[in-house]
C-alpha cells in the first residue's frame, strides 16, 4: 500500500492516469470545433426566424474543469483510497508479549486476550517464535522462546490477578534480540522505566494500552456515622457511573443493599457517603463499581465498618460529680467512639439483640438463664470483677468461664500480700498477643480462680506472678470472658491506660480502625477465608496458608498476600487490591515507543464517496450541456430533468445510512452477559423494565458464576440484538410497533437462538391474550414475528430444572406461561422422569406476571414493588427470582438439563 499522509492506496499504479489529464483537457477544448465563416447571400432569407436550437461556439471552461474533475475522482476511486488505513508491519525475530496483568488489566481482559491472539498468530504465519510474560506472576528463571503456535495454545489460561505489577529481573529475559509487545495497564509504575530500556536494548518495542480511564475504590470508613469509601481514577470520566453495596438480607440471601452515583466531576478523586442506619450498614460485605469487572473496582468491608451493638450493664447507680469512680465510665470512653452503646435493664437489651453485653461487677443475675441461652446461640459475654462478685455466691454463677474462690486478693496495701503486680507478657494464641505493655499498668486487687488442670487453657492474660487477669471460655456458639479486675481504677491502672481499648479490640467488642497499626494485627496468624481473583470475584481460600499480622499491616497485596478476607479468632480484616494511599496515574510512554490502543482512529474506505462524486459530476455535466444547448426546458425537458434528477437522488445520496450500534456499546455489550429491555414509550414502564433487570442481574451475580453487565434499553433501530443474552418486553396498550426493517431484526435474533420474554402485566386475568387491552396489543406485536406453536408450560419441560427446580413461574403475579409447544411425538424414554422436548432453547416465553415489578430495587437495593402479603409474599419474591435465574441458565445452556446424565441427581432432589 502506498501512502500519502493519512491516505493509503491499494492500486496505486492507477494514479498514472491523472498525468493524462492535460491532454483530455486540450481534446475537450477543441470539441465541439470551432465554426468556419463563410459568406452565403441567402442567409438574408433567414433573418427574423428564432432558432430553436442553440450550440455553444466554444466549451465553457467551467463545463471543462467539471468534467476533468469528474474524471479524476474516478482515477483515484478506482485507485483504491484508504483514509487512516491500518498498515501491518511485519516483524522479525522472535516476539516477546509483555502483559502487566493486574487488576487495572481485568476491565478489558478480552481485548487483550484478542490483541495477543493476532500477535501470535501473525508470528506462527511468519514463522516466529513467541513467549509471554506477565508481570503481575513474573518467571522465576530465564525465559526462551517457543513456537508460537503452542503459546497461542497455553493463552486462554492467562488470568490478570489481583495486585500491581512485580518487580521483574531483567537477568531472566531471553538472549539476543527479539521484538517486545507490551500490553499495558494504563497505570503509572516507578519499576517500569528500568525493564523498558532493557527492552528497548533487545530490539523495538511496541506499547499496547486503552484509552479508558482505570476505576478503583479504596478502604472502607466509618465517618459521622455515616460509610466512606474513597474512590479514584485515572482520569477523568467522561460520564459518570454508579457504586453499589452489597450484603446479605435478614433472610440470608445477598443483594444490593444501597447505591451512590459516582462523579468525579473533572477530578481524579472522590468519596462516596452510604448514610445507612447501623443495621443495615452492619450488613454489607462489599462496595463495588457497577459494571466494572476488575478487583480494583470491589472494596471489601470488615470490622472497621461494622459497628457493634455493645448493652453495658451494672449493678452500682452512676452518683453525680462522680463519674470516674463509675464501673462503667470507663468503658463508655474506650467504647464510645467506635460502637453502638445500649443501656437498660438485662430484659431490655436482650430484646435488642446486641452483638456483645459486658456486665460490669454484677452479680445474682436476674436472668441468667436467658443470658446463657443468649451466649450459646454465638453472643459475647463480658465480664469485670468487683466486690459484688467476690463476696457473691460464686457456686450458683454458671455464667463464668473458671471457678473462682469466695473473697478477693488484694496487692499493695498495709493488709496486703505483697506489691501491686504487672502484667506478664501475653502468651502465643492469646488474642492480645503482640500488644505492648505499658509498665505503669499494675493490678492492686484481683478475684482468684481456683486451681484446676485446665486453667491455663482458659487463661488469656496473666500477672507477672502467674495468676490470671482475663480468662475465656467456649459456651455453644458463644463466649464468656472475664476481666479478674475491676472496669474503673479501683482494683488496676488499667483502665486509665491505652492498652484498655486495645483488649476490648481484639475481643471484637470495638470496630477497629480503618487502616490498622502493625501492633493492632501482630503477634497472630491471620488466615484467608475468601480471596480475590483478577475479576474482582470473592472465592473460598480452600487450604491457603495463614500470614503473619505483621505482613497483613503492611496492606501491600501481592503473590504471598493475597487480597480477601483474613480472620483471626473473631476478627476480620480485609485486604483490598488497591493499597493504602495509592494514587493512579495515568502510563506515559517516551515519544520513540509506538502506543496503539490509545486514540486509534477508524479505518475508513473513500472509493465509494469519490465513484459517487464522480457519478454526479457527470449528471451535472448532462444537465449543463443541455442548458447551452437550450434544450434544458420545455415538455420533454421537464420529464428529462425529473428522470434524471430522480438519478440524482438514487447516485448522489449517500448509501442509505444503514443502522450501525454504536462501537463503545456493542463492545460493552458483547464482552460479557448483558440483560436487554424493549422500550414501551412509557418512561415508568421502562424505569421499572430496567430497575428488574438490574436485580436480576444482581440475583445472577450472587447465586450463578454469571456476572452480568449493566442491563441495557434496546435501541431497534441501531442496534445488533445479537449481542443480548435476553430481552425482556413489557407490554402496554398503547406501545407503537417496530417497522418492518425491526421486525426483521427481532425475527433473526429469534432464529438465531435469542429469547423474549413478552409481560403484559396484566396477571393473565383470561388466558392468553384475550380480554386486557395489553394482552391485544401483544397479539397485534407479535403477529410478523416468526413465532412457534405455543403451549401452557408443561411439569417436565427444562425450564423447571435449568438451576432450582421450579413448579410455578410467579412475578408479582401467579398465572399461566406459554412456552414453544413441545413435539407431538415427544415420549417419555424408560427411566427418564421427563421427556426429550425441544432441541434448543423456546425462542419465546409469554405471560402476564409482572416479572420485572417483582425483580426491580431502588437505589438502595430494596424491592420497589410489594409481592404477595408477609412471608408468603416474600417467599413468592424469591421464586420469582429463581425463575428469572432459571430463564438465563435456559438461554445460555439451552436442553443441557435434559441430558440423562443429570438424570440421578435430579431425582435425588426431586426425593423419587
Known amino acids: 500500500m502506498w501512502m500519502l499522509g493519512p491516505i493509503g492506496f491499494t492500486a496505486p499504479w492507477l494514479l498514472l492516469g ?117 508481570l503481575a506472576d513474573p518467571p522465576p528463571s530465564q525465559v526462551t522462546f517457543s513456537d508460537a503456535g503452542a503459546v497461542l495454545q497455553s493463552l486462554p489460561g492467562t488470568k490478570p490477578e489481583p495486585w500491581a505489577p512485580q518487580a521483574f529481573d531483567t537477568a531472566n529475559l531471553p538472549e539476543g534480540g527479539f521484538e517486545t509487545l507490551w500490553l499495558s495497564d494504563g497505570l503509572a509504575r516507578d519499576s517500569r522505566a528500568p525493564l523498558l530500556q532493557t527492552l528497548e536494548s533487545h530490539g523495538p518495542v511496541k506499547v499496547w494500552q486503552p484509552q479508558f480511564p482505570v476505576l478503583a475504590l479504596g478502604a472502607a470508613r466509618i465517618e459521622d456515622g455515616a460509610l466512606v469509601v474513597p474512590a479514584y481514577a485515572s482520569a477523568a470520566l ?11 438480607d435478614p433472610a440470608g440471601i445477598e443483594r444490593e443493599l444501597a447505591r451512590e452515583p459516582l462523579d468525579f466531576a473533572d477530578k481524579t478523586a472522590t468519596e462516596l ?27 471489601l468491608t470488615d470490622d472497621a465498618v461494622k459497628r457493634r451493638k455493645v448493652a453495658i450493664l451494672s449493678a452500682a447507680r452512676d452518683r453525680e460529680g462522680l463519674e470516674l469512680l463509675s464501673p462503667t465510665h470507663y468503658l463508655h470512653q474506650a467504647l464510645g467512639p467506635t460502637a453502638d452503646l445500649i443501656e437498660g435493664t438485662l430484659a431490655d437489651v436482650l430484646t435488642a439483640d446486641p452483638d456483645v453485653i459486658i456486665l460490669a461487677d454484677m452479680a445474682d443475675l436476674p436472668e441468667q438463664s436467658k443470658l446463657q441461652n443468649w451466649v ?81 487453657e482458659h487463661t488469656i492474660a496473666a500477672l507477672t506472678d502467674g495468676t490470671p487477669l482475663v480468662t475465656r471460655a467456649k459456651m455453644g456458639q458463644g463466649a464468656v470472658v472475664l476481666f479478674h479486675v475491676t472496669a474503673n481504677a ?104 509506538p502506543v496503539e490502543g490509545a486514540a486509534e482512529q477508524r479505518e475508513m474506505p473513500l472509493k465509494g464517496w469519490l465513484l459517487a462524486a464522480a457519478l454526479a459530476a457527470l449528471l ?26 430522480a438519478m440524482i437522488f438514487v447516485g448522489l445520496a449517500p448509501p442509505q445510512a444503514r443502522a450501525e450500534m454504536d462501537p463503545a456499546r456493542a463492545i460493552e455489550a458483547a464482552s460479557n452477559v448483558v440483560l436487554a429491555a424493549m422500550p414501551t414509550g412509557d418512561p415508568e414502564i421502562d424505569r421499572v423494565s430496567m430497575a428488574g433487570l438490574t436485580g436480576l442481574s444482581g440475583v445472577l451475580n450472587r447465586r450463578t458464576t454469571v456476572e452480568p453487565s449493566e442491563p441495557m434499553m434496546v435501541d431497534l433501530k441501531n442496534d445488533d440484538l445479537a449481542v443480548y443474552t435476553f430481552i425482556y418486553w413489557p407490554i402496554s396498550a398503547d406501545q407503537p410497533a417496530p417497522s418492518p426493517m425491526e421486525y426483521a431484526k427481532l425475527n433473526r435474533y429469534l432464529r438465531g437462538g435469542g429469547m423474549i420474554l413478552f409481560d403484559t402485566r396484566d396477571a393473565d386475568i383470561a388466558g392468553f391474550g384475550e380480554a386486557t387491552p395489553a394482552g391485544k396489543r401483544l397479539q397485534a406485536l407479535a403477529a410478523p414475528l416468526d413465532i412457534p406453536p405455543l403451549a401452557p408450560i408443561p411439569d417436565d419441560h427444562v425450564l423447571t430444572r435449568t438451576f432450582y427446580l421450579l413448579q410455578d413461574f410467579p412475578g408479582r403475579y401467579d398465572g399461566t406461561i406459554w412456552v414453544e409447544a413441545p413435539p407431538a411425538d415427544a415420549e417419555r424414554a424408560e427411566g427418564m422422569p421427563f421427556r426429550n422436548l425441544n432441541d434448543g432453547v423456546t425462542p419465546v416465553v409469554i405471560g402476564g406476571n409482572d416479572w420485572a415489578g417483582a425483580w426491580a430495587i431502588d437505589a438502595r437495593g430494596m424491592p420497589m414493588f410489594p409481592v ?45
Do not use: C
Open 18 to 134: 491523472l498525468m493524462a489529464l492535460p491532454v483530455i483537457w486540450l481534446i475537450l477544448r477543441a470539441v465541439p470545433p470551432a465554426p468556419i465563416r463563410r459568406r452565403f447571400p441567402g442567409v438574408a432569407l433567414l433573418l427574423g426566424l428564432k432558432d430553436e436550437e442553440v450550440e455553444a461556439a466554444r466549451t465553457p471552461w467551467w463545463l471543462l474543469v467539471l468534467r476533468l474533475l469528474a474524471l479524476a475522482a474516478a482515477i483515484i476511486g478506482f485507485a483504491g483510497p484508504i483514509l487512516n488505513p491500518q498498515r501491518a508491519v511485519p516483524g522479525q525475530g522472535p516476539l516477546l508479549i509483555v502483559v502487566d496483568g493486574s487488576w487495572a488489566s481485568a476491565r478489558d481482559w478480552p481485548r487483550r486476550i484478542e490483541r495477543m491472539t493476532t500477535a501470535l498468530q501473525d508470528a506462527q504465519q511468519a514463522g516466529r517464535p513467541a513467549a509471554v510474560i506477565s
Open 273 to 299: 457517603r452510604f448514610d445507612l442506619p447501623p443495621e443495615l450498614r452492619n450488613r454489607i460485605s462489599r462496595i463495588e463499581i457497577t459494571g466494572a469487572r476488575s478487583a480494583g473496582a470491589v472494596s
Open 868 to 912: 404477595g402479603r408477609g412471608r408468603t409474599g416474600e417467599r413468592q419474591r424469591e421464586i420469582a427470582d429463581r425463575f428469572g435465574v432459571n430463564l438465563v441458565m435456559h438461554v445460555l445452556t439451552g436442553n443441557y438439563k435434559s441430558d440423562q446424565v443429570h438424570v440421578p441427581a435430579l431425582l435425588e432432589r426431586l426425593g423419587q
Open 238 to 248: 467522561p460520564s459518570p457511573r454508579e457504586v453499589a453495596a452489597i450484603g446479605r
Open 490 to 593: 479501683e482494683w488496676s491502672s488499667l483502665p486509665l491506660s491505652l492498652l484498655f481499648p486495645q483488649m476490648l479490640e481484639r475481643l471484637a467488642v470495638s470496630a477497629r480502625p480503618a487502616a490498622p497499626e502493625e501492633a493492632d494485627l501482630a503477634g497472630q496468624t491471620w488466615v484467608p477465608q475468601k480471596l480475590f481473583d483478577g475479576f474482582g470475584r470473592l472465592q473460598d481460600a480452600g487450604d491457603a496458608p495463614g500470614v503473619p499480622g505483621e505482613d497483613l499491616a503492611k496492606a501491600v497485596p501481592g503473590p504471598k498476600l493475597r487480597p480477601g478476607i483474613y480472620t483471626a479468632d473473631d476478627r476480620s480484616v480485609a485486604l483490598n487490591a488497591l493499597p493504602r494511599d495509592a494514587v493512579l496515574s495515568p502510563a506515559t510512554w517516551p515519544a520513540s515507543v
Open 376 to 456: 450459646e446461640k454465638g453472643g459475647l459475654l463480658i465480664r469485670f470483677a468487683g466486690p459484688r462478685m467476690a463476696n457473691s455466691d460464686l457456686d450458683v454463677d454458671t455464667l463464668l468461664p473458671v471457678q473462682l474462690r469466695a473473697g478477693g486478693r488484694s496487692l499493695g496495701g498495709t493488709m496486703s500480700w505483697g506489691d501491686p503486680r504487672a502484667l506478664a507478657p501475653f502468651p502465643e494464641g492469646s488474642p492480645f498477643a503482640g500488644l505492648v505493655i505499658p509498665e505503669d499498668v499494675t493490678v492492686k486487687a484481683q478475684v482468684m480462680a481456683e486451681p484446676a488442670p485446665d486453667l491455663s
Open 620 to 645: 451535472i455535466d448532462i444537465l449543463a450541456t443541455l442548458a447551452l444547448s437550450g434544450k434544458l426546458w420545455g415538455p420533454r425537458a421537464m420529464k428529462a430533468a425529473a428522470m434524471i434528477g
